[in-house]
């Protein structure tokens, strides 16, 4: 009796592993992988390009870039301590994101250094940083934490005097 309680036990906590624990983190890798491949393929995209191209440029990155931040807003806890764990900033990828794509768009122009920076920003944010440079690493760095400070500062607003 005490084998069959200690086996149903057993199996328990690997359903429960798998389903709570495996397949959210399973089911990031492979949106974190695919964000990758689409920035990748679509980061060089600019208005001067095709139509159809930049269409397909602004689609995949956009619906790449809310996914990512799906994860981000909706995530278990799993995909939480896995993101702290390996540090990953689903914020700022899904940001990234979406800067390559209104960047595809033509909306705001966008140089080519701005559009290699962003993508770099997305493999630091991904962890996937490891093929660039230290320097280069070290820089993006750099540039997210005044991004941030940037827009964590409260704003000035000024008063007209009446």
Not at 38 to 65: I, M, T
Request: hydrophobic share 50%; proline share 4%; glycine share 6%.
């Amino acid at each position: 009796m005490h084998e069959l309680v200690a086996s149903a036990g057993a199996a328990v906590a690997a359903w429960f592993a798998v389903y709570f624990i495996g397949k959210p983190v399973v089911a990031l890798q492979r949106q974190r992988i695919a964000a990758l491949q689409v920035a990748e393929r679509y980061y060089a995209v600019d208005p001067g390009s095709d139509e159809a191209e930049r269409d397909a440029a602004v689609k995949a990155l956009f619906e790449s870039g809310i996914v990512i931040r799906s994860y981000d807003r909706g995530w278990s806890t799993a995909v939480r301590l896995w993101c702290w764990a390996w540090g990953y900033d689903l914020d700022l990828a899904a940001q990234a994101l979406f800067g390559l794509a209104e960047s595809a768009r033509g909306t705001t122009l966008f140089p080519p250094d701005a559009r290699r920076n962003t993508l770099n920003a997305l493999y630091v944010a991904l962890g996937a940083h490891k093929h660039l440079p230290r320097e280069t690493v070290d820089a993006i760095k750099t540039m997210i934490a005044q991004t941030k400070a940037a827009g964590a500062a409260p704003q000035q607003v000024e008063s007209s005097p009446s």
